[in-house]
T-cell receptor, first 112, second 111 residues
Framework: KAGVTQTPRYLIKTRGQQVTLSCSPI?????VSWYQQTPGQGLQFLFE???????NKGNFPGRFSGRQFSNSRSEMNVSTLELGDSALYLC???????????FGSGTRLTVV | KNQVEQSPQSLIILEGKNCTLQ??????????LRWYKQDTGRGPVSLTI?????NTKSNGRYTATLDADTKQSSLHITASQLSGSASYIC??????????FGAGTRLTVKP
């Protein structure tokens, strides 16, 4: 059974640009969550999608948005990038959203 | 103050030795608590998931305990291996869908 796949693995963007990250969950999983991980803040929850609907949202500005498609694949978009957005962005999938999240390897975003 | 506190922040032990990591939380109502291992540059991997009624759960050389009354959990690692060098993160789910992450304990296992 394939794991959670995130693309791309690494990304370098310039301030002011926008970026879209992709996450393919484990087959059959309907819940996809996104997290930002930085050395200073640790892991922080961005948002969760379940059956194409945003079910939960963390405390991030509106520049961070996401969506989920009918096949449960999810994308995360960050607009007007800032230097502080440099981080590892992790995606996790689950079958019911409450137990046993499986994480992807993440996308390392560097904003210069 | 973080609602999920982990200690110690970092730890260095010799290969083959045991160690115990702590996680104290204040959030409620409690749903479940999970311990993850995160290797450098990789996503976290689930080690154990504990619900309110579970006191102890083992996964190989990892044994997690939970005291829901005192809101404390520990992760005991026995006979540590070099591959055990990683960050260990405690995640508490509460209010059904909310979650809080600990800052993690950085464990280094030396030969």
């Amino acid at each position: 059974k394939a794991g959670v796949t995130q693309t791309p693995r690494y990304l370098i963007k310039t301030r002011g640009q926008q970026v879209t990250l992709s996450c393919s969950p484990i087959s059959g999983h309907r819940s996809v969550s996104w997290y930002q991980q930085t050395p200073g803040q640790g892991l922080q929850f961005l948002f969760e999608y379940f059956s194409e609907t945003q079910r939960n949202k963390g405390n991030f500005p509106g520049r961070f948005s996401g969506r989920q498609f009918s096949n449960s694949r999810s994308e995360m978009n960050v607009s007007t990038l800032e230097l502080g957005d440099s981080a590892l962005y992790l995606c996790a999938s689950s079958d019911d959203g409450n137990y046993g999240y499986t994480f992807g390897s993440g996308t390392r975003l560097t904003v210069v | 103050k973080n609602q999920v506190e982990q200690s110690p922040q970092s730890l260095i032990i010799l290969e083959g030795k045991n160690c115990t990591l702590q996680c104290n939380y204040t959030v409620s109502p409690f749903s479940n608590l999970r311990w993850y291992k995160q290797d450098t540059g990789r996503g976290p991997v689930s080690l154990t998931i504990m619900t309110f009624s579970e006191n102890t759960k083992s996964n190989g050389r990892y044994t997690a305990t939970l005291d829901a009354d005192t809101k404390q959990s520990s992760l005991h690692i026995t006979a540590s291996q070099l591959s055990g060098s990683a960050s260990y993160i405690c995640v508490v789910n509460y209010n059904n869908n909310d979650m809080r992450f600990g800052a993690g304990t950085r464990l280094t296992v030396k030969p």
